[in-house]
């Protein structure tokens, strides 16, 4: 550790880091996702997904979902920071283990290869409510919502059944029950 | 049918409508047709700088001595890229500043357009908020927005990029709406709960001090006059940020000093030492906290601020009032009164023991230093300044290095809006153009510059302006040709090894003066200071006074690299006390 040379003092503190998912609701003006994402990376802040996309035609009201780690007091920080953005009407933090709320991401999977290989894929799939979205003698594109985790483990599962390519979105979320965010 | 305005006139109308008198600025090719306008506008007084950085900077200093949002007018591309250090400089202290900049015609945005430039995109991160106006309905209600976000809340700056072509299109003009809230954001959210707590924490406390800050002059005057009240019905020590100098009166007895890295040894140790810290209207930065882990162990921190992001950054507290200053002082005040009348008097055996203690801190003298009767000691500079212009109600403005905390240590400041420095971004050739602002906005009051060579040459230009509009700043310059807080960091901290950090070939900055068509004074020894400075006090015109000082003094007491509160290098005095007295200095 840089103890004698600088004029800022260093912590040996380490803390624990937990996953969040904020939520963000924003006006839907030019340069509203840059001013989000520019507040993470300008104070050194993560983000893992990002899913974005506008709510209200009427009120153009967009609903950004950020999945991001860090300390407790970073994530204060984040919701505090994001509050102060003039464009940001409401910002709601969960972690990632709450059972109240449902976090889901969505995935497209293209396997190539024989018949064999497109059925195996196609039931290692099954779990996640898949839904074959094209279909070829020699390949498949397979839709699956899932978690985050359970997309990595398919993404490396269904490498041996030919998988060739691999796109997905960032979590969303939304509350169980008749509850909706505040 | 109600009259059509272009978008250049509408600019104005709305200025006028939010009583801007004065703006700062430089014309170009995407302000023209604004600046085609501004004769127009009698009420409405332009201010050339030469430089946009210095328009920025002239613009903050004409907000934090008036009190009201400082207005800047640039062209695209460079003149928005040059004025980004003024905006970031202002956001970083809370300064309100409304910048309009120009921008390339709206079919030319994108296209890599002469002078074109991202500027909303540039600006993003060191503006409150920023606006591209693509469509001239919109003009009017942004720039009112624009003036609502720049003063509200925390103040900062705000930027609304207008192309050219919008300036010449025509629309009716909007009258600014009274909004209650901003996008649902207010700004008190405290309860009388708090406020109890607070009372309650006080009175239990027998080690306690009030840390203050730039929120409380944020706040106006009426804060500083609260404060006031609080502190004496209270009877317990204050200490201030560097941007809260004098909104608590520098000379009084429980003020114990600035704290923090250059901060003085009594109300560091106070700070390390207290059971009860009652931060108002600061924000806990790390040049004020020195090691994060070891400040303040022992106290139940307080917390008053009107941004909720402030609370628990960077320092956890016991007790946060989200709220202005001014508003949460008066209802302490009133609650302080109904509840416990006699507090001071109830309070003043719990604390005596607190208050001796700072007395033998006191007695240390943390900034005294060792006087000469041949070269001038910076710190002495200072003093006689101080001595000599105590009486005349005078704004200080600073650059940024020794000479800025020597002045902050030295100047004692009684009232607020009095004290401009560039703190959080720490802007080397900020003093000079904030100094034309502050005059601007006070034609009749003495204004200062203190100054370092090297950091004055990097807004020199300005004296330009001073002349033009015959503003008589005085740029009191401690000419020791070197940077020297770099110097002094490379000092004690990389074994003397003075890499850069000497200036030669400076300017002779008397002759400059003659060259900007002001007047020029150099004094060289202590004898002739005082002379000197009453020629320079009494010359009604801008003055660049050449002060050569001891080159290699150093700025002490000092808060070495991430060290606490409590462990402090004091002055030579205390390091090298028998080698100096053995020469037979006198000490002052």
Same mark, same amino acid.
Request: net charge positive; glycine share 8%; hydrophobic share 35%.
């Given at each position: 550790?840089?103890?004698?040379?600088?004029?800022?003092?260093?912590?040996?503190?380490?803390?624990?880091?937990?996953?969040?998912?904020?939520?963000?609701?924003?006006?839907?003006e030019a340069?509203?996702?840059?001013?989000?994402?520019?507040?993470?990376?300008?104070?050194?802040?993560?983000?893992?997904?990002?899913?974005?996309?506008?709510?209200?035609?009427?009120?153009? %009201?967009?609903?950004?979902?950020?999945?991001?780690?860090?300390?407790?007091?970073?994530?204060?920080?984040?919701?505090?920071?994001?509050?102060?953005?003039?464009?940001?009407?409401?910002?709601?933090?969960?972690?990632?283990?709450?059972?109240?709320?449902?976090?889901?991401?969505?995935? *497209?999977?293209?396997?190539?290869?024989?018949?064999?290989? *497109?059925?195996?894929?196609?039931?290692?799939?099954?779990?996640?409510?898949?839904?074959?979205?094209?279909?070829?003698?020699?390949?498949?594109?397979?839709? %699956?919502?899932?978690?985050?985790?359970?997309?990595?483990?398919?993404?490396?599962?269904?490498?041996?059944?030919?998988?060739?390519?691999?796109?997905?979105?960032?979590?969303?979320?939304?509350?169980?029950?008749?509850?909706?965010?505040? | 049918m109600s009259k059509l305005y272009s978008g250049a006139e509408i600019v104005f109308k709305c200025m006028e409508d939010q009583?801007?008198?004065?703006?700062?600025g430089?014309p170009g090719g995407a302000v023209l047709p604004i600046y085609d306008e501004l004769q127009n506008f009698?009420?409405i007084?332009?201010?050339?700088?030469?430089?946009?950085?210095?328009?920025?900077?002239?613009?903050?200093?004409?907000?934090?001595?008036?009190?009201?949002?400082?207005?800047?007018l640039v062209t695209s591309g460079?003149g928005a890229?040059?004025?980004?250090?003024?905006?970031?400089?202002?956001?970083?202290?809370?300064?309100?500043?409304v910048c309009i900049s120009g921008q390339v015609p709206t079919h030319l945005i994108g296209t890599?357009a002469f002078q074109e430039?991202?500027t909303t995109?540039?600006?993003?991160?060191?503006?409150?908020?920023n606006w591209l106006v693509k469509d001239i309905n919109d003009l009017a209600e942004t720039i009112h927005k624009a003036f609502?976000?720049?003063?509200?809340?925390?103040?900062?700056?705000?930027l609304v990029d207008i192309p050219k072509d919008i300036q010449f299109q025509k629309t009716k003009y909007k009258k600014p709406?009274?909004?209650?809230?901003?996008?649902?954001?207010?700004?008190?959210?405290?309860?009388?709960?708090?406020?109890?707590?607070?009372?309650?924490?006080?009175?239990?406390?027998?080690?306690?001090?009030?840390?203050?800050?730039?929120?409380?002059?944020?706040?106006?005057?009426?804060?500083?006059?609260?404060?006031?009240?609080?502190?004496?019905?209270?009877?317990?020590?204050?200490?201030?940020?560097?941007?809260?100098?004098?909104?608590?009166?520098?000379?009084?007895?429980?003020?114990?000093?600035?704290?923090?890295?250059?901060?003085?040894?009594?109300?560091?140790?106070?700070?390390?030492?207290?059971?009860?810290?009652?931060?108002?209207?600061?924000?806990?930065?790390?040049?004020?906290?020195?090691?994060?882990?070891?400040?303040?162990?022992?106290?139940?921190?307080?917390?008053?601020?009107?941004?909720?992001?402030?609370?628990?950054?960077?320092?956890?507290?016991?007790?946060?009032?989200?709220?202005?200053?001014?508003?949460?002082?008066?209802?302490?005040?009133?609650?302080?009164?109904?509840?416990?009348?006699?507090?001071?008097?109830?309070?003043?055996?719990?604390?005596?023991?607190?208050?001796?203690?700072?007395?033998?801190?006191?007695?240390?003298?943390?900034?005294?230093?060792?006087?000469?009767?041949?070269?001038?000691?910076?710190?002495?500079?200072?003093?006689?300044?101080?001595?000599?212009?105590?009486?005349?109600?005078?704004?200080?403005?600073?650059?940024?290095?020794?000479?800025?905390?020597?002045?902050?240590?030295?100047?004692?400041?009684?009232?607020?809006?009095?004290?401009?420095?560039?703190?959080?971004?720490?802007?080397?050739?900020?003093?000079?153009?904030?100094?034309?602002?502050?005059?601007?906005?006070?034609?009749?009051?003495?204004?200062?510059?203190?100054?370092?060579?090297?950091?004055?040459?990097?807004?020199?230009?300005?004296?330009?302006?001073?002349?033009?509009?015959?503003?008589?700043?005085?740029?009191?310059?401690?000419?020791?040709?070197?940077?020297?807080?770099?110097?002094?960091?490379?000092?004690?901290?990389?074994?003397?090894?003075?890499?850069?950090?000497?200036?030669?070939?400076?300017?002779?900055?008397?002759?400059?003066?003659?060259?900007?068509?002001?007047?020029?004074?150099?004094?060289?020894?202590?004898?002739?200071?005082?002379?000197?400075?009453?020629?320079?006090?009494?010359?009604?015109?801008?003055?660049?006074?050449?002060?050569?000082?001891?080159?290699?003094?150093?700025?002490?007491?000092?808060?070495?690299?991430?060290?606490?509160?409590?462990?402090?290098?004091?002055?030579?005095?205390?390091?090298?006390?028998?080698?100096?007295?053995?020469?037979?200095?006198?000490?002052?």
């Open positions: 550790m840089p103890s004698s040379k600088s004029a800022y003092s260093f912590s040996n503190k380490k803390e624990k880091f937990d996953t969040h998912i904020i939520v963000v609701w924003v006006d839907n340069g509203v996702l840059a001013r989000v994402v520019g507040l993470f990376s300008g104070r050194g802040y993560n983000i893992e997904s990002l899913a974005v996309a506008q709510v209200d035609e009427k009120l153009k %009201i967009s609903r950004i979902t950020i999945v991001t780690t860090g300390t407790p007091q970073v994530i204060n920080q984040i919701k505090l920071q994001l509050r102060k953005l003039v464009p940001v009407h409401k910002v709601a933090d969960f972690k990632r283990e709450d059972k109240a709320v449902i976090f889901k991401e969505m995935a *497209l999977f293209k396997i190539v290869g024989t018949n064999n290989k *497109l059925e195996g894929a196609l039931k290692a799939c099954k779990k996640y409510n898949p839904i074959l979205l094209d279909k070829t003698k020699k390949s498949n594109v397979i839709q %699956i919502t899932a978690l985050r985790r359970e997309i990595d483990k398919m993404s490396k599962d269904l490498k041996k059944f030919g998988l060739v390519s691999v796109s997905r979105t960032g979590a969303v979320a939304m509350t169980r029950g008749a509850d909706i965010f505040k | 009583n801007v008198d004065h703006i700062f430089y009698k009420s007084k332009h201010v050339l700088v030469r430089h946009e950085q210095g328009a920025g900077h002239a613009a903050e200093g004409y907000a934090r001595s008036s009190g009201k949002p400082g207005v800047i460079p890229t040059n004025v980004v250090t003024a905006l970031t400089d202002a956001y970083m202290d809370s300064i309100p500043l890599d430039c991202d995109g540039i600006t993003r991160p060191c503006t409150k908020h609502e976000v720049a003063t509200t809340g925390r103040p900062g700056p705000v709406k009274k909004e209650n809230k901003l996008n649902g954001k207010s700004h008190n959210h405290f309860n009388q709960n708090s406020i109890d707590q607070l009372i309650d924490l006080m009175s239990k406390s027998s080690k306690p001090i009030f840390y203050t800050g730039g929120g409380v002059i944020n706040s106006g005057p009426k804060a500083s006059e609260l404060l006031r009240e609080l502190v004496y019905a209270t009877g317990f020590p204050i200490t201030s940020t560097l941007q809260g100098l004098g909104s608590f009166p520098g000379d009084d007895n429980q003020f114990l000093g600035m704290l923090g890295m250059h901060g003085t040894y009594e109300a560091n140790n106070a700070m390390h030492d207290c059971d009860l810290m009652i931060n108002i209207g600061a924000r806990f930065d790390d040049r004020i906290t020195g090691k994060i882990d070891e400040f303040s162990p022992k106290s139940k921190k307080v917390h008053i601020d009107i941004d909720p992001s402030s609370i628990n950054k960077n320092v956890k507290v016991d007790l946060a009032i989200v709220g202005d200053v001014k508003t949460v002082l008066s209802s302490t005040l009133k609650s302080l009164k109904q509840k416990k009348s006699k507090f001071l008097k109830s309070n003043k055996q719990k604390t005596s023991k607190w208050w001796e203690k700072i007395q033998k801190w006191r007695s240390v003298r943390s900034l005294d230093y060792i006087g000469s009767e041949e070269t001038i000691k910076p710190q002495y500079a200072i003093e006689r300044l101080y001595e000599l212009t105590k009486d005349k109600d005078s704004y200080i403005t600073t650059e940024v290095g020794q000479h800025q905390m020597w002045a902050a240590q030295h100047y004692k400041f009684n009232k607020p809006n009095r004290w401009m420095t560039s703190g959080g971004l720490g802007t080397m050739g900020y003093g000079l153009p904030a100094a034309v602002g502050v005059q601007v906005a006070h034609p009749k009051k003495l204004v200062i510059d203190i100054a370092g060579e090297a950091s004055v040459l990097m807004t020199i230009q300005e004296m330009s302006t001073a002349v033009q509009y015959k503003l008589p700043i005085k740029i009191f310059i401690l000419n020791n040709q070197y940077m020297g807080m770099v110097r002094q960091w490379q000092e004690l901290l990389h074994d003397k090894n003075y890499s850069e950090s000497y200036t030669a070939a400076l300017p002779d900055f008397v002759k400059l003066a003659e060259a900007y068509n002001c007047v020029g004074i150099r004094a060289k020894t202590p004898e002739e200071l005082d002379d000197k400075i009453i020629e320079m006090l009494n010359t009604d015109r801008p003055v660049i006074f050449d002060c050569m000082v001891d080159k290699v003094e150093n700025c002490f007491p000092m808060i070495p690299s991430g060290k606490p509160h409590n462990q402090m290098i004091l002055g030579p005095k205390d390091q090298e006390s028998k080698k100096i007295t053995g020469k037979g200095k006198s000490l002052v």
